[in-house]
Antibody, heavy 122, light 107 residues
């Protein structure tokens, strides 16, 4: 059964780097047509797409975060990761990892992790 | 970026009511639109893809329509388990963008 699970520190100090990993189980991260993405949701607010990565390593970022975000993939561990540097309180949010299925017929986030709350505070 | 505007931001309706949420794109996105349901404390779940296609396992009381810039999600008979926030999301162009959400409650 496919599962995605986010892991990483729940508290990050301002100006430091937020690092999260998403472990995928029950499905190979190298399957064609599937991208692996990060979405965040500040408390009480809406959803913001951070970026996505293909198993080949090709990345796509939201321009609003591109200068601070770096995504990577580790196919041997079936994991992908997000680093967000120079964080501020505005980066406090629930961070979700999700699978994005991209075909002619279907183009959506079809499976999500449960989300992990990251607070930026000294 | 393509801006997605949802209305209303919240609504309250009775069980059995027909409920419609709208989403407007800032430019023509053809039918490149998905709808997600997010229950309190949970991750979003896709309900409708490609503007009008029901995701497997989603009750048939949910439907979507629209193309171009104007889209809608309808719940034909609101049920207590439909209490959630609903988001539209466009995939016509990067960055992927979401609407601000519509919170649906039971009156």
């Amino acid at each position: 059964q496919l599962q995605l699970e986010e892991s990483g520190p729940g508290l990050v100090k301002p100006s430091e780097t937020l690092s999260l990993t998403c472990t995928v189980s029950g499905f190979s991260i190298t399957t064609n047509d599937y991208y692996w993405g990060w979405i965040r949701q500040p408390p009480g607010k809406g959803l913001e797409w951070i970026g996505a990565i293909y198993y080949s390593g090709k990345t796509y970022y939201n321009p609003s975060l591109e200068s601070r975000a770096t995504m990577s993939v580790d196919t041997s561990k079936n994991q992908f990761s997000l680093n967000l540097n120079s964080v501020t309180a505005a980066d406090t949010a629930v961070y979700y990892c999700a699978r994005y299925y991209d075909t002619i017929e279907f183009d959506a986030f079809d499976t999500w992790g449960q989300g992990t709350m990251v607070t930026v505070s000294s | 970026d393509i801006q997605m505007t949802q209305s209303p931001s919240s609504l309250s309706a009775s069980v059995g009511d027909r409920v419609t949420v709208t989403c407007q794109a800032s430019q023509d996105i053809e039918n490149s639109l998905n709808w997600y349901q997010q229950k309190p404390g949970k991750a979003p779940k896709v309900l409708i893809y490609g503007a009008s296609n029901l995701q497997t396992g989603v009750p048939s009381r949910f439907s979507g329509r629209g193309s171009g810039t104007d889209f809608s999600l309808t719940i034909s008979s609101l049920q207590p388990e439909d209490v959630a926030t609903y988001y539209c999301q466009q995939y016509d162009d990067l960055p992927l963008t979401f609407g601000g959400g519509t919170k649906v409650e039971i009156k």
